[in-house]
């Protein structure tokens, strides 16, 4: 499947979990929307018959007796309470007596909104909040349509009529349904580790949702504030016995399940398409495979391609192990250790001798680009597995059978002990630990207070995960980036899913009047005419800070409270006590504070007397550069070209004519280039070998090109297209050609267009390279 079509079947989701009768009526009423496209096909590839009506053509409609009626983005589309309850009871008498309407819908009071969504229809914060009150006064919301809350919808169902009705909430949203939850019905699982919340909007997010949930739940606002609704509308009152119904329509056809608990005590997981029915085979497969290990398994049989469990009343094993760590930490620690031999207990362990070692790392398979196989070291991983003692024992051994999922997540705690479930899939020759990795990244995830309790590292130094986590890591994201279909889905995700560190900034400034965060975070490089420059922290932020900036200007040290740091040095720069501001006029110096956890820190210096305060995002686009290109082309009287700074990339090792063809390219649509060479740590790191020139000789080299107006090193780790623009704000990238379709590229020209900035691809020169000059070299020397 193409990204277009896995997208376009997401929402089918709603309806092919639900129960319908092949070969009965059904209608779709439509407001022709890409959603309400994917729900009507849904209907028909559930077997029903089904016809589809607009939503403003319904009075002159003629059908009868339909066992389904399907509303979606018709309720929105009618714009008023009193179009959407005529819509309802029209609809009504569409329905034969044993009929029922399913009504899917957003819902204008939930969550999301009040994390900094915009509304739909308004493109506005808060607007449906606050129920409109404000939209329409600058004209630009006449007849777009409206969201409505659980109760509005309520009156207008018995208004219409429809008197029992089942409210299911819907997450993250109906666009891309995770998990359906019926109203008063109460899941014993972390939704926080389940859901992965998506906006209309991300960039204006400012509180993770996702850690409400629990708390939504508990005072009961969780089906108030819902992301959407699904809502089942008998005329006789027999309702679904779902309660809680999972989706998981991203994996593909082929793996694309759900899996419904009801209230008559069973749980049913069924594949969502034809495609998929053999995955109930390889359920009940594993199931007997694990037991038969020792594992506990919930039970189950087979029955019309689906795999039916009776529910088990538990507690789920996060929240056991968690109550564990912060009750008995012992007792905590001898649990995790039986966790960990059940894991080693789940299948045989391969023969050292039997593993492909060159193979170890899954991405090497899949990799088509010649450059990046060399990274990966091939004899790495049979070097550790046939090492020393300790080697081979922090490798750990290899599964035959690898059961990802074999985690807390899925499973509970009951009184026959360990039960897991929903082992569908396995790995074959897994290491044991990327297991166990998974298991502790679950246990402390959003839950920083564990730290305190007992660090994660201690945890990962107890089964020896820290040593190799890279290639257990390297498991991890193969197996999920396969089975949800990341790569596909990678610009879709982009586009709809927050980013953490500008969830971060947005917080931010909402602690501070305008002219304070002004001060403070955006103009963090005013002042500094005459005063020393002092940061603040010697960690990520830190480091990053140093190396974008540090050519521009003078840093005097680095302060940070850990007294044995003092005396350390971070790219040649002193870590010092802050006490040394105390001999320091307070007007002549600058202190940035280059840290996430900032206030503290903030009232530490105040209350030192320090009045020249900034406060590093490492998202904020600074203006800072000392304006070198600012005029340049300008102030000679010529002609501005199409761009005005640009910025290309490269190693430019054995500098040849391709080279100065990308650069005068380059040149000729910009007034003011800048080339970014990479380091000699960056050319191991990202080539897998040493370049043939020196760092200092190609940076040399390119700046003396006539068609460089700068040339600067590029830093190692924060080398990307977003820490280049951050840095230099230039109006255009250039690249070469062969990136033109990679998706991780395609994904920085998204991130520069937002800023009114583009990404242009050149032709190679096809004649030369430097890896053909290179293969030349090395051929000539043998």
């Given at each position: 499947m193409t990204a277009k079509e896995l997208v376009e079947e997401l929402p089918k989701g709603l309806l092919k979990w639900y129960g319908f009768e092949k070969g009965e009526k059904a209608l779709y009423i439509t407001a022709h929307t890409k959603t309400d496209q994917a729900l009507a096909d849904a209907?028909?590839?559930?077997?029903?018959?089904?016809?589809?009506?607009?939503?403003?053509?319904?009075?002159?409609?003629?059908?009868?007796?339909?066992?389904?009626?399907?509303?979606?983005?018709?309720?929105?589309?009618?714009?008023?309470?009193?179009?959407?309850?005529?819509?309802?009871?029209?609809?009504?008498?569409?329905?034969?007596?044993?009929?029922?309407?399913?009504?899917?819908?957003?819902?204008?009071?939930?969550?999301?909104?009040?994390?900094?969504?915009?509304?739909?229809?308004?493109?506005?914060?808060?607007?449906?909040?606050?129920?409109?009150?404000?939209?329409?006064?600058?004209?630009?919301?006449?007849?777009?349509?409206?969201?409505?809350?659980?109760?509005?919808?309520?009156?207008?169902l018995e208004d219409s009529g429809f008197l029992h009705h089942k409210f299911y909430g819907v997450f993250p949203e109906i666009p891309c349904p995770q998990i359906l939850i019926a109203e008063g019905y109460e899941p014993d699982e972390e939704l926080e580790l389940r859901i992965f919340p998506q906006y209309h909007s991300p960039d204006t997010i400012f509180l993770e949702e996702e850690n409400l949930y629990s708390t939504m739940m508990h005072n009961g606002l969780f089906w108030v504030m819902a992301n959407g609704f699904f809502i089942e509308c008998p005329l006789d009152g027999a309702f679904s016995p779902a309660d809680q119904v999972s989706l998981s329509a991203d994996r593909g056809k082929e793996n694309a399940?759900?899996?419904?608990?009801?209230?008559?005590?069973?749980?049913?997981?069924?594949?969502?398409?034809?495609?998929?029915?053999?995955?109930?085979?390889?359920?009940?497969?594993?199931?007997?495979?694990?037991?038969?290990?020792?594992?506990?398994?919930?039970?189950?049989?087979?029955?019309?391609?689906?795999?039916?469990?009776?529910y088990v009343k538990g507690v789920s094993l996060v929240k056991h192990f968690r109550r564990l760590m912060t009750e008995d930490i012992q007792e905590f620690l001898c649990q995790f250790d039986a966790l960990w031999q059940m894991i080693l207990d789940s299948s045989d362990h391969v023969d050292r001798e039997e593993v492909e070692w060159e193979r170890f790392n899954p991405w090497w398979e899949e990799e088509t680009d010649e450059r990046k196989k060399k990274n990966i070291d091939r004899n790495q991983w049979r070097a550790a597995a046939f090492g020393s003692e300790e080697d081979r024992e922090c490798l750990g051994p290899v599964l035959e059978r690898g059961y990802m999922d074999l985690v807390l997540l899925n499973g509970f705690f009951t009184d026959r002990g360990y039960v897991f479930f929903d082992q569908e899939l396995y790995v074959k020759h897994l290491p044991a630990k990327a297991i166990m990795l998974r298991n502790v990244d679950f246990l402390y995830r959003g839950e920083a207070r564990l730290e305190m309790v007992f660090p994660r590292k201690e945890l990962l130094e107890r089964y020896k995960l820290d040593r190799y986590k890279e290639i257990y890591y390297a498991h991890i994201r193969h197996f999920l980036t396969r089975l949800r279909n990341d790569d596909l889905l990678r610009s879709y995700h982009r586009s709809r899913r927050r980013n953490h560190e500008i969830v971060h900034s947005n917080r931010q400034r909402m602690n501070y009047s305008t002219e304070e965060y002004q001060r403070l975070f955006v103009h963090i490089f005013q002042n500094l005419d005459n005063k020393k420059l002092y940061l603040f922290g010697c960690g990520n932020f830190a480091k990053k800070f140093v190396s974008l900036y540090k050519e521009d200007y003078s840093i005097e040290g680095i302060l940070d409270n850990n007294e044995t740091r003092w005396g350390d040095t971070m790219e040649g720069i002193k870590i010092l006590p802050p006490s040394v501001l105390k001999d320091l006029e307070p007007g002549g110096y600058k202190v940035i504070i280059c840290i996430k956890n900032y206030v503290g820190v903030l009232r530490q210096l105040r209350e030192m007397g320090a009045v020249n305060l900034g406060i590093y995002d490492t998202n904020m686009e600074y203006v800072h550069r000392p304006g070198k290109e600012k005029d340049k082309g300008v102030c000679l009287g010529l002609e501005r070209k199409k761009y005005h700074v640009g910025y290309v990339a490269g190693v430019f090792d054995l500098f040849h004519m391709g080279h100065l063809n990308l650069l005068r390219r380059a040149k000729e649509q910009c007034d003011y280039l800048i080339a970014g060479v990479v380091t000699d740590e960056g050319v191991r790191k990202n080539k897998g070998g040493d370049s043939f020139i020196s760092f200092q000789e190609r940076l040399a080299i390119v700046q003396a090109c006539r068609y460089v107006d700068e040339a600067v090193g590029i830093p190692l780790e924060f080398c990307d297209t977003k820490d280049a623009y951050l840095k230099f704000q230039f109006d255009v990238q250039f690249s070469g050609s062969d990136y033109a379709d990679n998706p991780a590229w395609l994904e920085k020209r998204d991130f520069l267009r937002k800023r009114g900035a583009e990404l242009v691809f050149f032709p190679y020169t096809e004649s030369t390279s430097s890896t053909k000059i290179k293969s030349l070299i090395e051929k000539r020397l043998l």
């Amino acid at each position: 499947m193409t990204a277009k079509e896995l997208v376009e079947e997401l929402p089918k989701g709603l309806l092919k979990w639900y129960g319908f009768e092949k070969g009965e009526k059904a209608l779709y009423i439509t407001a022709h929307t890409k959603t309400d496209q994917a729900l009507a096909d849904a209907l028909w590839e559930c077997g029903l018959h089904r016809e589809c009506v607009l939503w403003d053509a319904m009075e002159e409609w003629g059908g009868r007796e339909y066992s389904f009626v399907v509303v979606s983005s018709a309720i929105e589309a009618a714009g008023g309470g009193e179009q959407v309850v005529k819509m309802l009871k029209r609809a009504k008498g569409f329905m034969n007596p044993g009929g029922k309407l399913l009504l899917i819908t957003d819902n204008r009071l939930a969550v999301r909104y009040f994390c900094g969504d915009k509304d739909p229809f308004t493109g506005r914060n808060f607007d449906g909040i606050e129920n409109y009150k404000r939209a329409g006064v600058m004209g630009d919301h006449q007849g777009q349509g409206r969201l409505y809350s659980k109760a509005e919808l309520t009156d207008m169902l018995e208004d219409s009529g429809f008197l029992h009705h089942k409210f299911y909430g819907v997450f993250p949203e109906i666009p891309c349904p995770q998990i359906l939850i019926a109203e008063g019905y109460e899941p014993d699982e972390e939704l926080e580790l389940r859901i992965f919340p998506q906006y209309h909007s991300p960039d204006t997010i400012f509180l993770e949702e996702e850690n409400l949930y629990s708390t939504m739940m508990h005072n009961g606002l969780f089906w108030v504030m819902a992301n959407g609704f699904f809502i089942e509308c008998p005329l006789d009152g027999a309702f679904s016995p779902a309660d809680q119904v999972s989706l998981s329509a991203d994996r593909g056809k082929e793996n694309a399940m759900c899996t419904m608990i009801g209230n008559d005590g069973t749980v049913i997981k069924k594949p969502l398409y034809k495609e998929g029915l053999k995955k109930a085979e390889a359920l009940k497969e594993n199931n007997e495979y694990l037991k038969n290990r020792g594992i506990g398994m919930i039970e189950g049989e087979l029955s019309d391609g689906a795999f039916v469990m009776p529910y088990v009343k538990g507690v789920s094993l996060v929240k056991h192990f968690r109550r564990l760590m912060t009750e008995d930490i012992q007792e905590f620690l001898c649990q995790f250790d039986a966790l960990w031999q059940m894991i080693l207990d789940s299948s045989d362990h391969v023969d050292r001798e039997e593993v492909e070692w060159e193979r170890f790392n899954p991405w090497w398979e899949e990799e088509t680009d010649e450059r990046k196989k060399k990274n990966i070291d091939r004899n790495q991983w049979r070097a550790a597995a046939f090492g020393s003692e300790e080697d081979r024992e922090c490798l750990g051994p290899v599964l035959e059978r690898g059961y990802m999922d074999l985690v807390l997540l899925n499973g509970f705690f009951t009184d026959r002990g360990y039960v897991f479930f929903d082992q569908e899939l396995y790995v074959k020759h897994l290491p044991a630990k990327a297991i166990m990795l998974r298991n502790v990244d679950f246990l402390y995830r959003g839950e920083a207070r564990l730290e305190m309790v007992f660090p994660r590292k201690e945890l990962l130094e107890r089964y020896k995960l820290d040593r190799y986590k890279e290639i257990y890591y390297a498991h991890i994201r193969h197996f999920l980036t396969r089975l949800r279909n990341d790569d596909l889905l990678r610009s879709y995700h982009r586009s709809r899913r927050r980013n953490h560190e500008i969830v971060h900034s947005n917080r931010q400034r909402m602690n501070y009047s305008t002219e304070e965060y002004q001060r403070l975070f955006v103009h963090i490089f005013q002042n500094l005419d005459n005063k020393k420059l002092y940061l603040f922290g010697c960690g990520n932020f830190a480091k990053k800070f140093v190396s974008l900036y540090k050519e521009d200007y003078s840093i005097e040290g680095i302060l940070d409270n850990n007294e044995t740091r003092w005396g350390d040095t971070m790219e040649g720069i002193k870590i010092l006590p802050p006490s040394v501001l105390k001999d320091l006029e307070p007007g002549g110096y600058k202190v940035i504070i280059c840290i996430k956890n900032y206030v503290g820190v903030l009232r530490q210096l105040r209350e030192m007397g320090a009045v020249n305060l900034g406060i590093y995002d490492t998202n904020m686009e600074y203006v800072h550069r000392p304006g070198k290109e600012k005029d340049k082309g300008v102030c000679l009287g010529l002609e501005r070209k199409k761009y005005h700074v640009g910025y290309v990339a490269g190693v430019f090792d054995l500098f040849h004519m391709g080279h100065l063809n990308l650069l005068r390219r380059a040149k000729e649509q910009c007034d003011y280039l800048i080339a970014g060479v990479v380091t000699d740590e960056g050319v191991r790191k990202n080539k897998g070998g040493d370049s043939f020139i020196s760092f200092q000789e190609r940076l040399a080299i390119v700046q003396a090109c006539r068609y460089v107006d700068e040339a600067v090193g590029i830093p190692l780790e924060f080398c990307d297209t977003k820490d280049a623009y951050l840095k230099f704000q230039f109006d255009v990238q250039f690249s070469g050609s062969d990136y033109a379709d990679n998706p991780a590229w395609l994904e920085k020209r998204d991130f520069l267009r937002k800023r009114g900035a583009e990404l242009v691809f050149f032709p190679y020169t096809e004649s030369t390279s430097s890896t053909k000059i290179k293969s030349l070299i090395e051929k000539r020397l043998l």
